[in-house]
């Protein structure tokens, strides 16, 4: 009954997702309407002052308080892929808004992303269990989401000025996926009163990896089409988070050999419905042209 609950507030989320990148995406600052730009810290805070986007961000902050609440019924690996079907909806909204017509090629990657997605959930459903995510396995996460960082800020220091949306999009899903992982874990030690230094430590981790997180967004919104966005946040996110609830937290101990490479079968082809979707979108060809 919880697992259900779950998933019905995840799918929620999902919409909610939808419908606050398509609002961002339309206030962000464009070059002209053909071409777009990246986004400086003056441009993203100025977007603050556009109604468009704050109702956006407060459908986002909607979706985030949805999903961070199935988080707490069902295990991580089972709710964070719902997020998938926002692709769906911001593909839609996207083309009515701009009036570009969805290309077979693009209908194909959109699948591609899909299925992918909804092989994963549907496996994960039947062999998750839910895990009580311990200081050892904590700072297991934090240490890698460190070196993560770390990682990000020397690309983006030193090739970030030729970054493409697509790189954005991965800077981004990988930090909200660990991202998942710690809401989840701060969520549950506030609720078991555990107010620890380590607790805190991971709050404020959470909340600098959801600004940097933020940014990278905003970006690729400024380099690329919204469902391009959602389709990598809507894979890599999940499939960062589900890793961690795979080899960290071990949610998936259940999972036969032939689970095992279902996980690997579906994420794969869902990756390759995000790269596919970045090179075939009606909306990049026009810039390419």
């Known amino acids: 009954m919880l697992r259900a609950l779950a998933i019905c507030l995840s799918l929620l989320a999902a919409v909610a997702l939808a419908f606050g990148a398509q609002f961002q995406n339309d206030s962000v600052v464009k070059k002209t309407e053909e071409q777009k730009t990246k986004l400086g810290l003056r441009q ?15 459908l986002l902050a909607a979706g985030a308080v949805l999903q961070i609440s199935a988080l707490t019924l069902a295990p991580l690996i089972v709710v964070q892929p719902l997020g998938g079907i926002a692709l769906v909806i911001t593909s839609l909204l996207n083309a009515r808004a701009t009036k570009t017509r969805i ?16 092989a994963f959930v549907s496996v994960a459903s039947s062999v998750a269990s839910e895990v009580k995510l311990d200081d050892s396995n904590l700072l ?9 960082v770390a990682i990000f800020a020397a690309l ?5 000025k030729k970054a493409k949306a697509i790189s954005f999009i991965l800077g981004a899903g990988v930090l909200y996926g660990f991202v998942a992982s710690l809401i989840k874990a701060v969520v549950q030690r506030i609720i078991q009163g555990d107010f ?25 919104y400024a380099s690329g ?6 389709a990598g946040l809507t894979v890599i996110d999940p499939m960062v988070a589900v890793s961690l609830g795979i080899v960290i937290l071990g949610e998936a101990q259940q999972a036969s050999l032939v689970n095992l490479l279902v996980f690997v079968g579906s994420a794969i082809v869902a990756v390759i419905g995000v790269w596919t979707l970045s090179k075939v979108h009606p909306e990049l060809a026009k810039e390419n042209d």
């Open 44 to 58: 993203v805070i100025a977007l603050f002052s556009k109604p468009r986007w704050l109702t956006g961000m407060s």
């Open 103 to 118: 290309n077979g090629a693009t209908w194909l990657a959109i699948a591609l992303c899909t299925v992918g997605i909804g």
């Open 140 to 148: 297991q996460i934090l240490i890698v989401l460190s070196v993560i």
């Open 156 to 160: 983006f220091f030193t090739v970030g």
């Open 196 to 220: 620890s230094w380590l607790t805190l430590v991971c709050a404020v981790i959470t909340g600098l990896a959801v600004l940097l997180g933020g940014w990278f967004v905003q970006n690729a």
């Open 225 to 230: 089409p919204p469902d391009l966005v959602i």
